[in-house]
């Protein structure tokens, strides 16, 4: 089993920063990516970014500009640091994870349970 557990979220205001904190844990093997999505409630869930061994970071369009992924794989971590923080930014922002369970050939994908952040003044 594969657990991912996010940190960070809460009330912020416009124009603050915010760093969410995302850990990976259980029988993990090797951890190939991490990365970041939000929903607000009534839309799909959208990619914010998105962090791979090798250093190759991908961004969503929305929040492109704001937002910086970094992470320490080999310790199964991931952050999503938000800068200029708008009222529209207001989702439940959760982690994902592909990883190679132990004892297992293929990486599988999986999620955390989503923190909240609202932006608001």
């Known amino acids: 089993q594969v657990q991912l557990k996010e940190s960070g979220g809460g009330l912020a205001r416009p124009g603050e920063s915010l760093t969410l904190s995302c850990g990976a844990t259980g029988s993990i093997k090797k951890v190939n990516a991490m990365g970041w999505h939000r929903q607000v409630p009534g839309k799909e869930r959208e990619l914010v970014g998105t962090?791979?061994?090798?250093?190759?970071?991908s961004y969503g369009v929305s929040m492109k500009g704001r937002v910086t992924i970094s992470s320490d794989l080999d310790k199964n971590l991931v952050y999503l640091k938000i800068d200029s923080l708008e009222p529209a930014d207001t989702a439940v922002y959760y982690c994902?994870?592909?990883?190679?369970?132990?004892?297992?050939?293929?990486?599988?994908?999986?999620w955390g349970q989503g923190t909240q952040v609202t932006v608001s003044s």
């Open positions: 994902d994870a592909t990883v190679i369970p132990t004892g297992e050939l293929y990486e599988n994908r999986y």
């Open positions: 962090i791979f061994r090798g250093i190759i970071t």
